[in-house]
C-alpha cells in the first residue's frame, strides 16, 4: 500500500509539474506556494488514511500469532 501511495503521488508531482518561468516573480511566488499548499494537504490526507489501510493486515498478522 505504502508502495502504491508513493507511486500515486510520485505521478501527481510529475504530472502536474510546470516551472512557471513565464510568470512574473509574485505570480510565479503566489503559484507556487498554493501547489505546495495543495500537495501538503494531499500528503496529509495519505497519512490519514494509512493506519486504515494497514488494519487488516495487522489483524491478519494478530491472528496468526494468537490463532
Known sequence: MMFLSFCTLSLKLG?????CSHLPPEQRR????A????????????REQRPH????FLLWIIQMVLG
Open 15 to 19: 504530472s502536474s509539474l510546470t516551472d
Open 30 to 33: 503566489k503559484k507556487l506556494l
Open 35 to 46: 501547489r505546495i499548499k495543495n500537495l501538503n494537504q494531499e500528503i496529509q490526507r495519505e
Open 53 to 56: 489501510d494497514l488494519l487488516p
